[in-house]
Structures are given as structure tokens and as C-alpha cells.
């Protein structure tokens, strides 16, 4: 399996208050993806980096915030939770974009009441 | 513009039996194409992958899938379905130039294999 861990596995949080989830890889990957996962929308991009400090919005982007300062470590930010984003979010990662496979973390159970 | 469509949403089978999966997909471009595993309360797993290269593409488990280009299609198929196959399989789509930076998912097709 790809080492690619996630932190917290699961959380309980409260809305309004901010929220951090992290991905660490040990791939080297360049490419780092944060997905959420929803019944019935399979999984939808939320933001991707292709780089230390290079980042760009996808799909479901607003109300959250990325940051990668190291190669191995992507993190995804909801500034102010809300209860639309009670979901469980999924990080991948790739050696390059677009058509190489992606190789996705266990996931993060994300409950916010 | 590229997507997916995963024409069933749930697929029951008897153990032993062969095993069919729908998708179709849209693509501009020369698409890559991947079936992709989650099994209940885990991550996603790759099954197989479709890069331009032969048509039928075996991937892990027994699995594996033809990608036709006249019809659109790459249906994931198995022999003989066993108990440990119940899981959720999604179908999903990659393309180059401008919008290949992330892969694009179906909404899945959850597989019920019956004793």
C-alpha cells in the first residue's frame, strides 16, 4: 500500500469552529489531492497541489483552504465548519497529473454538529 | 468536458456467478480510464487501469475490462464472483490537457454477493 496516512480518523466538531485535517505521505509524490465523499456523488475534488506551495481550487472548493509547506504533508482547512461539510474526506496522491493513477489515504470521518 | 456514468447503482449475485459492471463514459480527449474498490468503511483501492494500451486491461482479484471506444463503454467484469467482492466499485475517468488534473468519478455501483 502507498504510505499515505491521515489525521484524525475521526472527529466530532461544533459549527463555526475552524478545522484542520492533514495528509502525510512518504511517496515523494509531486501531485496531492483532498476529496470529500458523499452518498450518492461518489467522491468530488476539493483542492490539489502540484507542488511545495502551489495549490489550486477543484470542484467543491468553497469554505475551505489548503496549504503544503513540505512535499509529504497537504492540508485541508475548513475555516468555519458547517454542517453541509459532515463528510468523510479522502486525501490522494500521484506521481503526476491528469491521466497516472491515484492512491488515496484511509480517510477522515468528519461529523459537524 | 469528461464524466462517467455507472449504469446501475446496486448489483446483486450469487457466489460463483459471473460478475458485470456498467459504465460509460464522455471524454474530449484520449481518456485514461480506472476502476477503482472501496470496500465498507475503508479506502479506495485500484482495480485496473485503461491507458491507450490494450483494450482489455486484467487488474487484481480476477477482475478485468474492456474499453470500447465505438460504444463508449468500459464494463468491469469477474468469472466467478466470490463473498470477499462486496464492496463499492467506482468507475472513473482521467483526461489530458486542460482539465487532467484530477480524476472524475461515477457514483458508484455497490455489489451484493449472495451465499
Known amino acids: 500500500d502507498a504510505g499515505i496516512t491521515q489525521s484524525p480518523r475521526h472527529k466530532v466538531t461544533e459549527t463555526g469552529t475552524p478545522v484542520t485535517l492533514r495528509c502525510h505521505q512518504t511517496?515523494?509524490?509531486?501531485?496531492m489531492y483532498w476529496y470529500r465523499q458523499d452518498p450518492g456523488h461518489g467522491l468530488r475534488l476539493i483542492h490539489y497541489?502540484?507542488?511545495?506551495?502551489?495549490?489550486d481550487k477543484g470542484e467543491v472548493s468553497d469554505g475551505y483552504s489548503v496549504s503544503r509547506s513540505k512535499t509529504e504533508d497537504f492540508l485541508l482547512t475548513l475555516e468555519s465548519a458547517t454542517s453541509s461539510q459532515t463528510s468523510v474526506y479522502f486525501c490522494a496522491i500521484s506521481e503526476w497529473q491528469g491521466r497516472n493513477e491515484q492512491y488515496f489515504g484511509p480517510g477522515t470521518r468528519l461529523t459537524v454538529t | 468536458a469528461q464524466s462517467v456514468t455507472q449504469l446501475d447503482s446496486h448489483v446483486s449475485v450469487s457466489e460463483g456467478t459471473p460478475v458485470l459492471l456498467r459504465c460509460n463514459y464522455s471524454?474530449?480527449?484520449?481518456?485514461?480510464l480506472f476502476w477503482y474498490v472501496q470496500h465498507p468503511n475503508k479506502g479506495l483501492q485500484l482495480l485496473l487501469k485503461?491507458?491507450?494500451?490494450?483494450?482489455l486491461v486484467k487488474g487484481i482479484n480476477g477482475f478485468e475490462a474492456e474499453f470500447k471506444k465505438s460504444e463508449t463503454s468500459f464494463h468491469l467484469t469477474k468469472p466467478s464472483a466470490h463473498m470477499s467482492d462486496a464492496a463499492e466499485y467506482f468507475c472513473v475517468v482521467s483526461e489530458g490537457g486542460n482539465s487532467g488534473y484530477a480524476l472524475n468519478f461515477g457514483k458508484g455501483t455497490s455489489l451484493l454477493v449472495t451465499p
Open positions: 471524454s474530449s480527449y484520449s481518456p485514461s
Open positions: 511517496e515523494n509524490h509531486r501531485y
Open positions: 497541489s502540484y507542488g511545495v506551495k502551489d495549490t
Open positions: 485503461y491507458t491507450s494500451a490494450a483494450t
